[in-house]
C-alpha cells in the first residue's frame, strides 16, 4: 500500500488499520520517499503525550 507525501498522519493510520497492514510506503509522485511504519506512529503518539501537558499550558487564543 502506499501514500502521497502530504496525507495526514490520521488518514494513514487509518488505512493501515483498516487494511490491517504494518506499513505504507509514502509517495512523492512517482517517486518512493520513505516508509511509515506502525512503530512510527506509536513513536508519534508518545511524543504526543507526552507533549499533552505543555500544550494545555499555551493560552487559548493560541488555538484560534
Given amino acids: 500500500k502506499s ?3 502530504k ?3 490520521r488518514r494513514i493510520a487509518a488505512l493501515m488499520v483498516s487494511d490491517k ?3 505504507a510506503v509514502v509517495m512523492d509522485g512517482e517517486v518512493a ?3 511509515v ?3 512510527d506512529l506509536l513513536k508519534l503518539l ?3 503525550e507526552a507533549a499533552r ?3 494545555a ?3 487559548a487564543e493560541v488555538w484560534l
Fill in 46 to 48: 508518545l511524543v504526543t
Fill in 7 to 9: 496525507t495526514d498522519v
Fill in 37 to 39: 511504519t506502525t512503530e
Fill in 33 to 35: 520517499v520513505g516508509i
Fill in 3 to 5: 501514500v502521497e507525501l
Fill in 53 to 55: 501537558p505543555a500544550l
Fill in 21 to 23: 497492514i504494518s506499513a
Fill in 57 to 59: 499550558a499555551l493560552p
